[in-house]
């Protein structure tokens, strides 16, 4: 069975960064794509990033399109998002997923998703 571990979060101030990191085990990790989630109080929970199986291919929410960049290392079984110019509206819990289906192409449905690590607290002060 394959468990996710996400690290990184904390307060920052808007315009400040952060890096998520999310550490697989479990499972051939190379062969499953991946994504980032979030979900703020009251809120549905939101797509904010994909990543395939290889890494070559990615795909981003609109709203942080071109602050934040998701990247993997099949090597370390390890994921991450690099967030950058933070704002208030990117506070939320994070969440890293991983797809129902090894080497299948990006996913941005939360229901393709089938395994989910516990998120981490990300808080922007303004």
């Known amino acids: 069975q394959v468990q996710l571990v996400e690290s990184g979060g904390g307060l920052v101030q808007a315009g400040g960064s952060l890096r998520l990191s999310c550490a697989a085990s479990?499972?051939?990790?190379?062969?499953?794509?991946m994504g980032w989630f979030r979900q703020a109080p009251g809120k549905e929970r939101e797509f904010v990033a994909a990543?395939?199986?290889?890494?070559?291919?990615?795909d981003y929410a609109d709203s942080v399109k071109g602050r934040f960049t998701i990247s993997r290392d099949n090597a370390k079984n390890m994921m991450y998002l690099q967030m950058n110019s933070l704002k208030s509206e990117d506070a939320a819990v994070y969440f890293c997923a991983t797809v129902r289906v090894a080497y299948s192409d990006l996913r941005y449905s939360s229901g393709e998703y089938n395994v989910w690590g516990q998120g981490t607290q990300v808080t922007v002060s303004s």
């Open positions: 479990g499972r051939t990790f190379s062969a499953y794509g």
């Open positions: 990543i395939n199986w290889s890494g070559r291919s990615t």
